[in-house]
């Protein structure tokens, strides 16, 4: 069992940063491949960003390549998403995901566990 918490979120100017933190409740959670997605209103839940057990390998949706950054630190038992340069098309509820398999390209429906969502929400 896995229990994730994030936070971070919150209200922010179209061109600022946040870094959304999950923290994770597991003694094994250095073992899973963790995962950020979103979900904006009315929309699907998409895959935003996923990095290896170890930290060591990172996999990102194109729409957010080179301005968000995912980081894992197995010794805080944390995963980070450092977003930059955000725009008012990322706002949405930002969830923290925990999964098993040895893949980066994650999908929601395969996700072992997720947390509950922090909110981003950009203003133009």
């Known amino acids: 069992q896995v229990q994730l918490v994030e936070s971070g979120g919150g209200l922010v100017q179209a061109g600022g940063s946040l870094r959304l933190s999950c923290a994770g409740f597991?003694?094994?959670?250095?073992?899973?491949?963790m995962g950020w997605f979103r979900q904006a209103p009315g929309k699907e839940r998409e895959f935003v960003a996923a990095?290896?057990?170890?930290?060591?390998?990172?996999y990102y949706a194109d729409s957010v390549k080179g301005r968000f950054t995912i980081s894992k630190d197995n010794a805080k038992n944390t995963v980070y998403l450092q977003i930059n340069t955000l725009k008012p098309e990322d706002t949405a509820l930002y969830y923290c995901?925990?999964?098993?398999?040895?893949?980066?390209?994650?999908?929601?429906?395969?996700?072992?566990?997720w947390g509950l969502g922090t909110q981003v929400t950009v203003s133009s």
């Open positions: 990095v290896s057990p170890s930290g060591g390998s990172t």
């Open positions: 995901a925990a999964d098993r398999a040895p893949i980066l390209r994650l999908t929601a429906t395969d996700i072992d566990y």
């Open positions: 597991a003694r094994t959670f250095s073992s899973y491949v």
